[in-house]
Antibody, heavy 118, light 112 residues
């Protein structure tokens, strides 16, 4: 069965950096686009970024462009999100998701909390 | 302010039918892009409920159905059950935002 497990979250000061990881299993990771989506406390879902299966194509929400970098290692079945220049408004649960038919998000990880606070 | 507009809340009694609307514009739903729906039970990750406007993934009951017309889409839930109480989100693609995937603001369904 498809499993996505995020790690690397925690408390970081404003201006700091954090790297999230997502370990994938149960499917051929290299065949799928992958994405990060976040949810601020008590708020709705916000798409953050996606990466194509071969890493040749990436895209970001305007709110994180220039600060976040998505990457993947198909040999390790892993997805990453490097987050720099973090702000209080980046505080959220971050979900790793597989991109499915019609660019839906067909499988989601359990989420990892990132808190940006001094 | 979300690009896709959903009502903040809807409610219904067990056994009833409820619908949740998702209103977009000519750069997203109206441009023909697919609409997908997600269910988020309290304290859990979202789960895909409807993809490609009206398709149900394996395991999703046929009480859930989706439709799309013009610049709007709808999620219908028939035979409402207590376990359907959750947040529901629509999602599509918006060509005016540099290829961004966009979500609705979410709708809280309360089963009375």
């Amino acid at each position: 069965q498809v499993q996505l497990v995020e790690s690397g979250g925690g408390l970081v000061k404003p201006g700091g950096s954090l790297r999230l990881s997502c370990a994938a299993s149960g499917f051929t990771f290299s065949d799928y686009y992958m994405s990060w989506i976040r949810q601020a406390p008590g708020k709705g879902l916000e798409w953050v970024s996606y990466i194509s299966s071969s890493s040749s194509n990436t895209n970001y929400a305007d709110s994180v462009k220039g600060r976040f970098t998505i990457s993947r290692d198909n040999a390790k079945n892993s997805l990453y999100l490097q987050m720099n220049s973090l702000r209080a408004e980046d505080t959220a649960v971050y979900y790793c998701a597989r991109v499915g038919s019609g660019y839906c998000f067909d499988y989601w990880g359990q989420g990892i909390l990132v808190t940006v606070s001094s | 302010q979300s690009v896709l507009t959903q009502p903040p809340s809807v409610s219904g009694a067990p056994g009833q039918r409820v619908t949740i609307s998702c209103t977009g514009s000519s750069s997203n739903i109206g441009a023909g892009y697919d609409v997908h729906w997600y269910q988020q039970l309290p304290g859990t990750a979202p789960k895909l409920l409807i993809y490609g406007n009206s398709n149900r993934p394996s395991g999703v009951p046929d009480r859930f159905s989706g439709s799309k017309s013009g610049t709007s889409a709808s999620l219908a839930i028939t035979g409402l059950q207590a376990e359907d109480e959750a947040d529901y989100y629509c999602q599509s693609y918006d060509s005016s935002l540099g290829g961004s995937r966009v979500f609705g603001g979410g709708t809280k369904l309360t089963v009375l």
